[in-house]
């Protein structure tokens, strides 16, 4: 079977690592790809949004399955082009069409979904700029800290917490009236703080059966002790430690199967993943926030403890006969140490070279902002560059294994956190 992946991350080629595996596997390509994906398929200079250009690939290339890494793509409804050309509708596509996707897409339309199905979430109101002296009023009547999120995606900054009141008010009006996060903010969701412990759920679904995947915990924030600037991501640990298996079965029955039944009641197809950012909260489980695709760096602990064959689980979504498929899970833990560039995720110099990822041992490395050069030589080509993958008979050892092989990894300001896992005991 021939593949493409459409994406440029790390959690593309930890993707295309593990379908590389796969013996049901003819050609793997990649758009567009890195320096790491193109050491286990064929990186294709196309850009997510380029539809033309990614039919023409699947045409060329005789595809059978696409696997759509990014959101954006999603969003902007590259299935639903697939679905609408005779040309490729039969090419099965891994990632939700356009309105299901609006579960990342629309923090609105994601809020409205929970309270339809009793999905427990936070207390929640959405507000434009028309009715802007309201949201105010809303925010007055809420307790510190205030949460406000940009509706439409924003990269991972569309969202905003401050503990002062009049800080919440002039953010409210920033977002609405001098549109600070763009488009994406033309309509803002305000919030009540939830106060817990972070974690994430993934699924792979058919649109009415799924499989269930390992939990992972990720680190957002630049600083040690979970401090500064949000970014995409510093690190990941795989499963959550803390994730008693009574606390699974309540994510379970309050979360998941709820999501897939309300999926199934609204008329909603879905075939790909499902991310569940969830806080726990007095041990119930509550959800921030849906994805349509599978997190990064998630995605570089997640995969590699799946022990199944992952391209027979996407053929099996793609022939909607998940219901009898299973996955088996490697009982380790995993851990991933993102190794970021100098200043990221604020501005940052691309083009630094890369040295000593051949002298790493025992880890898995996952290239995320790279690029191989016309001699070979592999440089810096975003914010992210590198994911350090560790396995262990508990988190601590993996990261251990992981943070060995970061002093082996350099360039040029590399940057890295060294507590990933710190609140986990």
């Not at 290239?367 to 601590?396: C, L, P, W, Y």
Request: charge should be negative; glycine fraction near 10%.
């Amino acid at each position: 079977m021939n593949i493409l992946i459409i994406g440029s991350g790390g959690r593309e080629h930890a993707i295309a690592w593990k379908l590389s595996q796969s013996e049901k596997l003819n050609q793997l390509f990649i758009a567009p790809g890195n320096a790491g994906t193109s050491e286990v398929g064929t990186n294709v200079n196309i850009g997510v949004s380029d539809f033309l250009g990614i039919k023409k690939t699947v045409l060329e290339n005789e595809i059978e399955l696409v696997i759509v890494g990014p959101e954006v793509p999603l969003v902007e409804g590259i299935h639903d082009f697939f679905l609408g050309d005779n040309e490729i509708k039969n090419v099965a596509v891994i990632g939700p069409q356009q309105y299901a996707a609006q579960l990342e897409g629309s923090k609105e339309f994601a809020k409205e979904f929970m309270e339809r199905h009793g999905i427990p979430t936070a207390v929640y109101k959405s507000f434009t700029n028309e009715n802007l002296t309201e949201g105010h009023s809303f925010i007055e009547g809420l307790n510190a800290p205030y949460v406000l999120k940009a509706d439409g995606l924003a990269a991972g900054k569309g969202v905003v917490i401050l503990n002062d009141l009049q800080e919440a008010k002039d953010e409210l009006t920033d977002m609405l009236t001098n549109e600070k996060f763009g488009e994406a903010s033309s309509t803002v969701v305000i919030e009540e703080f939830l106060d817990g412990i972070e974690m994430s759920c993934f699924i792979l679904t058919d649109g009415t059966s799924y499989v269930n995947l390992p939990s992972a915990k990720d680190y957002k924030r630049i600083g040690e002790g979970d401090v500064g600037l949000n970014t995409g991501g510093m690190g990941a640990v795989s499963p959550v430690p803390f994730a008693s298996k009574e606390l699974l079965e309540k994510i379970e029955e309050k979360v998941i199967k709820r999501t897939v039944d309300g999926l199934i009641k609204d008329g909603i197809p879905y075939k790909g993943f499902i991310f569940f950012g969830l806080i726990i909260v007095n041990n119930e489980p509550m959800v921030i926030e849906y994805n349509c695709r599978m997190g990064d760096p998630e995605t570089e602990v997640v995969i590699p403890l799946v022990q199944s064959d992952l391209l027979e689980l996407f053929i099996a979504t793609a022939n909607n006969s998940l219901d009898k498929a299973s996955v088996k899970i490697d009982e380790r833990s995993a851990t991933t140490v993102m190794l970021v560039s100098g200043g990221y995720p604020e501005a940052y110099e691309k083009g630094k070279k890369i040295t000593g990822v051949e002298n790493v041992k025992d880890s898995i490395v996952f290239h995320a902002g790279t690029a191989k050069k016309e001699d070979n030589s592999i440089v810096t080509n975003g914010g992210r560059v590198i994911a350090i993958t560790s396995f262990g008979s508990d988190f601590k050892e993996a990261l251990a294994t992981s943070y060995k092989n970061v002093e082996k990894v350099n360039f040029e300001k590399k940057n890295f956190r060294t507590d990933i896992g710190f609140d986990l005991g």
